[in-house]
């Protein structure tokens, strides 16, 4: 089993910045991958940006350039920060563990999620 648990979320200007971490525990050799996925009002969840198994980034079309996800092993963390947030960013932010399942890689742990809102 997988723990996640997302903080440092919260309310900023357009423009601004936010960090978000993403504390992990439990089996972590399970892990593919990791991925930090958004969810707007009314809108599907969709993955924003993740880091592979060899620490590769990689970014939606929508972040790039703006976002940067980043890790620190020795705390078993998984950073997000967020640079030139637009209103559009603004979303319930989760983090997601992928680890092999029956059928394949799977998005199979979440964390409880954690709030940006970006004002205009």
């Known amino acids: 089993q997988l723990q996640l648990v997302e903080s440092g979320g919260g309310l900023v200007q357009a423009g601004g910045s936010l960090r978000l971490s993403c504390e992990t525990s439990?089996?972590?050799?399970?892990?593919?991958?990791m991925g930090w996925h958004r969810q707007a009002p009314g809108k599907e969840r969709e993955l924003v940006a993740g880091?592979?198994?060899?620490?590769?980034?990689y970014y939606d079309d929508s972040v790039k350039g703006r976002f940067t996800v980043s890790r620190d092993t020795a705390k078993n963390t998984l950073y997000l920060q967020m640079t030139s947030l637009k209103p559009e960013d603004t979303a319930m932010y989760y983090c997601?563990?992928?680890?092999?399942?029956?059928?394949?890689?799977?998005?199979?742990?979440w964390g409880q999620g954690t709030q940006v809102t970006v004002s205009s």
């Open positions: 439990g089996n972590l050799f399970l892990v593919y991958d």
């Open positions: 880091m592979d198994h060899h620490g590769s980034p």
């Open positions: 997601a563990a992928r680890t092999a399942g029956e059928s394949g890689l799977i998005w199979g742990s």
